[in-house]
């Protein structure tokens, strides 16, 4: 049975003289939440938000580490504002392309840690790690 988890990576990491990458993304909307407050008796207290505060912003980032070396971080910024042609968020490519960018900075192998969101077990990308085993080993 294979072992999994940040034990199994480090160790990976480690005989291939690779980095271990974690990768996570989060997305908030910017619409402004809409709440109740206390306030005096008699007085209706107003909260004034401006602007329409439409759409999403989406961040995906990955931290890198090896032993002897310094930890390093990369992140990309995707803001969606409901126009027709405009992505929502990160797509398989544009991991693909953080992936590339991240190897190239690095110089070496990768072991990347990351959770099983649907879009990280699209059958692109597992093409692309199967295309790319010499360098990217998923942890």
């Known amino acids: 049975m294979e072992e999994r988890g940040l034990a199994a ?5 480690a005989a291939c003289n690779g980095w271990i990458v974690f990768e996570d993304e989060a997305g908030q909307s910017l619409t402004p939440p809409r709440a109740r407050t ?3 008796i008699g007085r209706t ?3 004034r938000v401006r602007g329409r505060g439409s759409g999403r912003v989406s961040m995906v980032g990955m931290t890198w580490y090896k032993a002897g070396e310094r930890s390093r971080l ?8 409901g126009r027709k042609d405009q992505p929502k968020g ?3 490519r544009d991991f693909r392309a953080l992936l590339v ?3 190239i900075q690095l110089g070496g192998p990768i ?7 649907r879009l990280h077990l699209t059958a692109d990308l597992r093409e692309f790690f199967a ?4 360098w990217l080993t998923p942890g």
């Open 9 to 13: 990576g480090k160790s990976a990491a």
């Open 38 to 40: 206390w306030g005096r």
């Open 45 to 47: 207290l107003v909260v």
């Open 74 to 81: 990369i992140c990309a910024v995707r803001e969606y504002r």
């Open 90 to 92: 990160f797509g398989s």
């Open 101 to 103: 960018r991240a190897r």
């Open 111 to 117: 072991v990347l840690v990351w959770d099983n969101v």
């Open 131 to 134: 295309a790319n085993t010499d």
